[in-house]
Structures are given as C-alpha cells and as structure tokens.
C-alpha cells in the first residue's frame, strides 16, 4: 500500500481516508491541502510520480488543469454579491471584444454554454504573461475562432 504523508486536524479525517483510498488507487500521485478559518488544517501527499515513478514529495512539480474555472467562479461570484456584476448583463458589457468575436454570445451566466471553440490568434505569438493587457485584447477582435 503506498504511503501518504503530511497532517490531518482530527475534524478532517474523513479526508485523510478518502485521500488513502485514492492513492491506494495507485493512478497516481496526489496531494491535497485544506485551509479552514485561516489554519491549514490538511496537508497530505502520497503516491508514485509518473516521471521517475519514485516517492510523491511534498512539492513535487505538477501540471495542473482547469483549476482556475473554481477560483474565476468565486470571483464573479463575490462580484454579484459586492453588486458590481449582473449575472444576466450580456458579456460584451463587461468584455466589448466578445461582441466581435461572439455577436450572439448571451449573459455572464450562459459563459460556460458559449459555443467557443480554441481560438486561433493570428498575429505574431505573444507571451501573455510579459503581454500587456491592452495588447492582448486587441489581438482578440482580429482573430477569427
């Protein structure tokens, strides 16, 4: 059976044996971590890495996927509550581009239905973290989907 490492608060056991289950899997390695009223309360990692198939490690190196989509939700989230973003306003009020690129695109809430498939930007290739905003956007409109 392989090891799993790190802590668990007592309240958050049944965690720590689901944890277990998954890594006994034996799919691959994991880690999860849990932060409740500003305390980490798990930190747990076990596991084979797929690399060298050695030991998962506390901070070992992963690529994660699609793990912005829950925090973008929490966002907009916050903005509906905070009032200053209407779930039912159509997306080009908050994004202008997105009426050149989807005219019949509808609300904020519909987003994740928009018919949008990988974009194909046709200019020359940015690195979009050293890309300044203004730019970015204005690749978009020009490109078609």
Known sequence: MPTVDGRC???FRLVAEVF?????AGRAGSAVAIWHDGHKVVDLWGGRTAVS????????????YSVSKPFSAVCALLLVERGLLAPDAP????????????????????????????????TTPIN??????????ACLP????
């Open 20 to 24: 277990v289950d998954v890594v006994a």
């Open 53 to 64: 198939a050695g030991r998962w490690a506390r901070d070992a190196l992963v690529m994660p």
């Open 9 to 11: 608060d007592s309240r």
């Open 128 to 137: 979009v973290t050293a890309c300044p905003p203004d730019r970015c956007r």
């Open 142 to 145: 020009a490109s078609r989907p």
């Open 91 to 122: 997306g080009r009020c908050y994004w202008p581009e997105l009426a050149v690129m989807r005219p019949c695109a509808g609300s904020l809430m519909c987003g994740p239905c928009w018919p949008v498939p990988p974009p194909l930007i046709r």
